[in-house]
């Protein structure tokens, strides 16, 4: 027998389960369905276990898009401070980490837990696990046949995230649904995301595997000031992973291993002295990453020994240490996909298909992509909300 609904959500994750409790306190009949059993998976693992659920410094600057300005209606309609009074309202304890990051005290199953609780209480139906086989559409409602029957709706919601994490079941689902009903799909690619170096590279710094140093990384129109990581793969750390969004494959980073310290000052000021180049340089940088750098320079000698020219180029390559990686870790260690269904096509006030009345996409599957520290899961909840407060 055929299930109806007002509203269908396919994808039970952060934006789906926003999504369907909104329209449901509208009295919308919603549907909440998921092929898996286990709800909000990439909540659960985020934050390393704690879930850094929002960003107080959220702003339409912090997200990558073909089109820059298209996140920022529903940003502006559903805010840090609006999800903040949710997750007091629910008595969830949370602190701020650092640069406006906010995390849950103790776990990020109370987000899950919360969100599963405001769809209860708005009377959300659960179809989970639950596969989806085939989506038609009959006039103005779409049918769905799935794994538990077919279900006919008014609305049609596309929650079902990107491809990062396939472990946890990622899936090109919402990219093949936007195709099918003719919405473009900007091509997508792992983002926030380790970089790894070819042979030769990994050869002159895999020694440096777990040596971490405060940095300012550019690429692209990105520049960040955190964390860079040295791994046995190449480079990771936070101001790797933002970087991975704006860096170009075959293209350079640009890293400042001292962003507070010009290298060519600092070796004017010890020019007459008989201490060593990594001596000077590990005042302001890990010795081992001193020792490891001076020797693959040849710059071995005392101060007063070495030519301008050695100085130079050492203090250069220090300010300025241009290094091409070979590629990404993929979507195994990407914590979000860059690219996805085209903005173009939708409503930025409802998430609506503008060719295909009563169809929306939401959160990740859409070709919006926060920085790192709690944007996309803002992006999740303002675009959950807008489209459940249309649908």
């Known amino acids: 027998m055929t299930a109806r609904f007002d509203v269908a959500v396919i994808g039970a994750g ?12 509208r009295g919308r009949r919603v549907v909440l369905i998921d092929h898996s059993a286990k709800l909000g998976e990439k909540i659960r693992i985020s934050g390393g276990g704690r879930c850094n659920f ?19 209606s529903a940003l502006a309609r559903y805010q840090p401070k609006d999800f903040i ?7 969830i304890r949370y602190h701020e980490k650092k640069l406006g990051q906010l995390f849950c005290d103790e776990s990020a199953t109370q987000i899950i837990d919360m969100l599963k609780r405001e769809c209860d209480d708005a009377d ?16 103005s409602t779409f049918v769905l046949d799935t794994s538990s029957g077919p279900v006919e709706c008014e609305a049609l919601v596309i929650a079902t995230g990107g491809l990062s994490v396939p472990k946890i079941g990622a899936t090109p689902f919402g990219y093949k649904v936007a195709e099918q009903f003719g919405l473009g799909v900007v091509p997508p690619r792992p983002a926030l995301v380790p970089l790894t170096f070819d042979a030769t590279e990994l050869a002159r710094f ?10 300012e990384v550019k690429a692209g129109a ?22 991975s969004s704006y860096w ?29 180049p990594a001596t000077v340089l590990g005042e302001h940088l890990p010795k081992r990453l001193t020792q490891h750098w001076c020797e693959a320079a040849g710059a071995t000698r005392p101060m007063i020994e070495m030519s301008d020219k050695a100085l130079h180029s050492l203090a250069t390559g220090l300010n300025d240490w241009q290094i091409k990686p ?7 260690k990407a914590e979000v996909t860059l690219g996805g269904v085209d903005t173009e096509g939708l409503s930025s006030k409802t998430m609506e298909a503008r060719d295909v009345p009563g169809l929306y996409f939401i959160g990740e599957v859409v070709d919006v992509t926060g920085h790192l520290g709690g944007y996309n899961f803002q992006w999740a909840w303002a675009s959950g909300f807008v489209a459940g407060s249309a649908a």
Not at 85 to 91: D, K, P, T
Not at 326 to 332: E, I, K, L, N, V
């Open 222 to 243: 990105g520049s960040f000031r955190e964390n860079l990581l040295f791994t046995h793969r190449g480079l990771s750390g936070p101001a790797i992973l933002q970087i």
């Open 14 to 25: 952060a934006a789906g389960m926003m999504c369907a409790a909104t329209a449901g306190r």
């Open 206 to 215: 895999g020694d440096l595997a777990g040596v971490s140093v405060d940095v």
């Open 124 to 139: 959300v139906a659960w179809r989970t696990p639950c596969s989806v086989t085939r989506i038609e559409r009959h006039g």
């Open 248 to 276: 170009t494959p075959g293209t350079p980073l640009h890293i400042d291993l001292l962003p507070d310290v010009s290298t060519g000052d600092l070796f004017a000021a010890h020019r007459r002295s008989r201490a060593l």
């Open 54 to 72: 929002t960003n107080i410094r959220c702003a339409p600057e912090n997200f990558l898009s073909r089109n820059p300005h298209f996140c920022r």
């Open 326 to 332: 070979s590629g990404t870790t993929g979507y195994q």
């Open 85 to 91: 009074a949710l997750v007091e309202r629910h008595g």
